[in-house]
T-cell receptor
Framework: RKEVEQDPGPFNVPEGATVAFNCTYSNSASQSFFWYRQDCRKEPKLLMSVYSSGNEDGRFTAQLNRASQYISLLIRDSKLSDSATYLCVVKWAGNNRKLIWGLGTSLAVNP | DAGVIQSPRHEVTEMGQEVTLRCKPISGHNSLFWYRQTMMRGLELLIYFNNNVPIDDSGMPEDRFSAKMPNASFSTLKIQPSEPRDSAVYFC?????????????FGPGTRLTVL
């Protein structure tokens, strides 16, 4: 089983739609969780951290379910500019700074 | 403010040649990461440095790969000899702080093609 798994998609949705991605992780000792966004042929950029209580940033909501070992990202009222690959990232407990990256979920928002 | 700077942006070379990728982290950041990204394997951490010292190089594929960080503002990743399977995008990232959960800021990447 991969350490971090994501549905690669692509997810094709119309503008204004709500779309959700899930990501599962294998290490129950995982400590920190993030969603990064990567545009085509660009570098990854942090979208948001994922907190135990769930957190929201505008149209984006992230949730963590430790019992089932998954995190989710919900995008409401999707925009054309949301088209990108969304990378799920997990940090294991410990002192090192190594992040484990999923392969990403591709989203295409269509007019 | 300047972000992470990488050079070259594109590199095309022939099998067997030496390739050197360069990275300048964000000033003040004390951790530097080298990643490789391919369609099949996604982003893979090759090595990371903390305060110029290599901490984890378990992701370095083999002896053909080496990385150095002679000072806080410069790092290199060298492949010698290069092989076609090394073709990928190589990203450098840097972060600050001590918690390990700090945001990693990526450079634009070097797109390497080995013929």
């Amino acid at each position: 089983r991969k350490e971090v798994e994501q549905d690669p998609g692509p997810f094709n949705v119309p503008e204004g739609a709500t779309v959700a991605f899930n990501c599962t992780y294998s290490n129950s000792a995982s400590q920190s969780f993030f969603w990064y966004r990567q545009d085509c042929r660009k570098e990854p950029k942090l979208l948001m951290s994922v907190y135990s209580s769930g957190n929201e940033d505008g149209r984006f909501t992230a949730q963590l379910n430790r019992a089932s070992q998954y995190i989710s990202l919900l995008i409401r009222d999707s925009k054309l500019s949301d088209s990108a690959t969304y990378l799920c990232v997990v940090k294991w407990a410990g002192n090192n700074r190594k992040l484990i990256w999923g392969l990403g979920t591709s989203l295409a928002v269509n007019p | 403010d300047a972000g992470v700077i990488q050079s070259p942006r594109h590199e095309v070379t022939e099998m067997g040649q030496e390739v050197t990728l360069r990275c300048k982290p964000i000033s003040g950041h004390n951790s530097l990461f080298w990643y490789r990204q391919t369609m099949m394997r996604g982003l893979e951490l090759l090595i990371y440095f903390n305060n110029n010292v290599p901490i984890d190089d378990s992701g370095m594929p083999e002896d053909r790969f080496s990385a150095k960080m002679p000072n806080a503002s410069f790092s290199t990743l060298k492949i010698q000899p290069s092989e076609p399977r090394d073709s990928a995008v190589y990203f450098c990232a840097s972060s600050s702080g001590t918690s390990g959960t700090d945001t990693q800021y990526f450079g634009p990447g070097t797109r390497l093609t080995v013929l």
